[in-house]
């Protein structure tokens, strides 16, 4: 399983736009890479998953290089609703995932 | 949709008795189920993998006679914490995993609401 890092913590005011990067230089082929947000005492949410270039749905975009050793979650015009911790993970096309230490995004009115 | 329940959604039990949670996948089926534990500010550990049908899979360390896996059909797994202490008050979560649309094969988690064990 290739293994991820990325900030502990990042603080943004409110209507900025966030971006999060995430390293995993050990990627193997068949490898999706998925974002999740988390509130205290909450479940993980899927927020969004990609392979190559660049994902957009209702929420976040995702961008991922060529080399795919990274990728950037970014959230636009956060709220302070958005304060939470975001996780990035790889994994293979079918198993487990291990979760790292995430991000601690705190926005400020 | 892929939604995810937990039962209870928190549990108060005694030091010595045992509490079983249920997870369910509500609108797709699922082969396999995992079961985590989060401490308060870490993040989520994997405790096993729950095959439907099968034996689950548990990680290094964690008892597998004390966190009992019943994965017995493809919409339900259980997890049943014997002999409980109060050591083994957490977060605990479970995750279903459904077939993704796009290439190459892969899968998506769909993570349940979790469940708070206290145990006193």
């Known amino acids: 399983l290739a293994k991820t890092t990325q900030p502990i913590s990042m603080d943004s005011y409110e209507g900025q736009e966030v971006n999060i990067t995430c390293s995993h230089n050990?990627?193997?082929?068949?490898?999706?890479i998925t974002w999740y947000q988390q509130f205290p005492s909450q479940g993980p949410r899927f927020i969004i998953q990609?392979?190559?270039t660049k994902v957009t749905n209702e929420v976040a975009s995702l961008f991922i290089p060529a080399d795919r050793k990274s990728s950037t979650l970014s959230l636009p015009r956060v709220s302070l609703s958005d304060t939470a911790v975001y996780y990035c993970?790889?994994?293979?096309?079918?198993?487990?995932?291990?979760f790292g230490q995430g991000t601690e995004l705190s926005v400020k009115p | 949709g892929a939604v995810v329940s937990q039962h209870p959604s928190w549990v108060i039990c005694k030091s010595g008795t045992s509490v079983k949670i249920e997870c369910r996948s509500l609108?797709?089926?699922?082969?396999?189920m995992f079961w985590y534990r989060q401490f308060p500010k870490q993040s989520l550990m994997l405790m096993a993998t729950?095959?439907?049908?099968?034996?689950?899979?548990?990680e290094q360390g964690v008892e597998k006679d004390k966190f009992l896996i019943n994965h017995a059909s493809l919409t339900l797994s259980t997890l049943t914490v014997t002999s409980a202490h109060p050591e083994d008050s957490s977060f605990y979560i479970c995750?279903?995993?459904?077939?993704?649309?796009?290439?190459?094969?892969?899968?998506?988690?769909?993570f349940g609401p979790g469940t708070r064990l206290t145990v006193t």
């Open positions: 995750s279903a995993q459904k077939p993704g649309l796009a290439q190459p094969l892969h899968y998506e988690q769909y």
């Open positions: 050990n990627i193997a082929t068949n490898d999706y």
């Open positions: 990609g392979y190559k």
């Open positions: 993970l790889v994994g293979p096309g079918r198993g487990k995932l291990i």
């Open positions: 609108d797709f089926q699922a082969t396999t």
């Open positions: 729950s095959n439907e049908g099968s034996k689950a899979t548990y």
